[in-house]
């Protein structure tokens, strides 16, 4: 959150060592001068990600408005079963098989028919909205993934991810996010460490300054007011990345952090179902009865109920209210009998697995619903400020020619070695967990060394 303007006297070797210096006054020329790299270069991936992620703050009122006609409907004094509104979805759709089935939660919203339709993309499905008072069929779209967003959103969430560029533009995302916590640390410490008169411009600007002051007192005040929301943004974000991703699987599996599921293959339920006396191949009971047997055991809307995916496999009832408090619970009901075989409740997720899901529906503006993505998009806004604030310091502190100067190198030599290797391992650790952010910076390293030697040769010359 600190700028290049912190210091004005900036010449380019370390100051002289001193046994006084605390371990702050030896580190912070550290810190500067990995805020400064990382903040010329790192930052316009981290714009992208903040202007894109704006944009997907207000996704869902979008996609409320472009899909109006297909998400709602007038409201009826009463409605059809749901096997008849799925009959209606099919006879429109005959060519596909039905996957899955939304009911409207509320009175005025449509019931949403999952279709796999040959041809269709990799996690998409063909959404069909029946009325479910008439069973007239309002329209058909595409539906991605398991959050079920619709064209619009999905271009939006799109972009934010990887720019529409395939794999390869996961990278730009990742690295952003491999980033932010380091910048929003870094900042914290240069802005709450430095020296001021008056502590209330700690946290509101300083009026009174003007010029590059002035510019630095809104860049640490505003990055002070955002950093939580900052970190937390890159913590989620990286349990999407391809390469930390992986890596945060793998930790998650590791200390038995995994989200819980019910098994729904069809193996171990369909021993149960001929042991009960029932055959596998046996009648389908339909969804109207395993509706009211997830409604018999407390589930509510809004619900999404999946088809059997084998012969002698259990539908499978979940809740998807993600808004606070959740609503997550999960039932699976045999198809030949309509009983429950198997129950899964939120309640009985262990702290970290609450702790993921509530991480990445914060993330993605569901948990607190409209609260959620207003704060999203103050973030978003808060870094985008901090980032223009921040070149254009870089801006009016740079030569006429070249990159610009950083802060002083050399500052490692006044650093103890009891702090210096723990730091250095550190680096390495976070390096290797995060593979985006180890060859970046390693990057950086050569770039100051290249550096140094052509401030080097100058001076010689």
Known sequence: MTSTSDVTNTVDHAPPPSRDRTAWAALRPLVLRLHFYAGVLIAPFLLVAACTGLLYAASYQIEQVVYQHELTAPAGKTSLPLSAQVAAARAAHPQGAVTAVRPGAEPGQTTRVLINQPGLAESTQLAVFVDPSTGQVRGTLESYGSSGALPVRAWISTLHRQLHLGEPGRIYSELAASWLWVVALGGLALWVARRRRNR???IVPDRAASGQRRTLSWHGSVGLWAVLGLLFLSATGLTWSKYAGENVDELRAALNWTTPSIDVSGGDHAAHTATAGHQAGGADVGVDRVAQAAAGKGLSGPLEITWPANAGAPYLVKEIDKTAPTRLDQVAVDATTGQVSAELR?????????????????????????????????????????????????WRRRPTRGFGKPYPRGGWRNVSWALLVPLGLVAIAVGIFLPLMGISLAAFLVIDVLLGLRARLGSQT
Do not use: C, E, P
């Open 200 to 202: 209330r411009h700690l």
């Open 346 to 394: 939120f309640a009985d997720y262990s702290l970290a697995a609450k702790l993921a899901r509530w991480g990445i529906d914060g993330h993605m503006g569901l948990l607190f619903g409209l609260a959620n993505q207003i704060i999203l998009a103050l973030l978003a806004i808060g870094l985008i400020t901090l980032i223009v604030l921040g070149y254009r310091m870089w």
